[in-house]
């Protein structure tokens, strides 16, 4: 079956850094895109960064552009999201994401808190 786990979050202060990864399996991972969302407390879960297949063409949300960057090692069936200049507004539980059989599957996320 469909399975996700990320890991990578934690504490850290603003304007630092943490990459978040995303192991994958019970799929042929190289042959689906693969998305990262976030879900900050009593907001909705909102799409931060697609990648393709390939790897070769990734999309980010506005709010993260330039400073987040998605990418995939598929020999590894692993996918990674590198975040610098964190805020206190990229506070969120950080899930990755692919649409399977027509159907989503989640990871069960990755808490990342931006605090001093």
């Known amino acids: 079956q469909v399975q996700l786990v990320e890991s990578g979050g934690g504490l850290v202060q603003p304007g630092g850094s943490l990459r978040l990864s995303c192991a994958a399996s019970g799929f042929t991972f190289n042959t689906y895109a693969m998305s990262w969302y976030r879900q900050a407390p009593g907001k909705e879960r909102e799409l931060v960064a697609v990648?393709?297949?390939?790897?070769?063409?990734?999309n980010y949300a506005d709010s993260v552009k330039g400073r987040f960057t998605i990418s995939r090692d598929n020999a590894e069936k692993t996918m990674y999201l590198q975040m610098n200049s964190l805020k206190p507004e990229d506070t969120a539980v950080y899930y990755c994401?692919?649409?399977?059989?027509?159907?989503?599957?989640w990871g069960q996320g990755t808490q990342v808190t931006v605090s001093s």
């Open positions: 994401n692919v649409v399977w059989g027509g159907s989503n599957y």
């Open positions: 990648i393709s297949r390939s790897g070769i063409s990734t």
